[in-house]
């Protein structure tokens, strides 16, 4: 993902109705996502997977079943897919992420 930032001058001058120090906001930041709608596109297709997922439970459907359907076709909106061993071969060259990842997975396997 590719984020643009553009930056302008602020400026701090007196508010003209209270004698506060006020910031003139024509010269704000602004960042733009190029893929903003394929982003937002995208996050609307899992939500969607999501949903169908709680319909799924809503009609007694096997939850298993329909949660491993709903990750499948997450996986597919993001263009990921399983490799053996490719994470961990990933974690093994960045440390830190990997202490982070460890962590995350003793959690979910406690809680």
Known sequence: MTIETITFKTETTKCPTCGGDAVERTGYFETSVPNA????????????AINTFYLALDH??????????AFRHIESILNMKWQPGAMKNK????PKLK???EQQLRNNQEG
């Open 37 to 48: 709608a394929q982003l937002s596109t995208k996050i609307h297709d899992i939500q969607k």
């Open 60 to 69: 007694g459907e096997n939850a298993l079943v329909f949660q491993n359907k």
């Open 91 to 94: 974690l093994n060259r960045h």
């Open 99 to 101: 202490e982070r990842y």
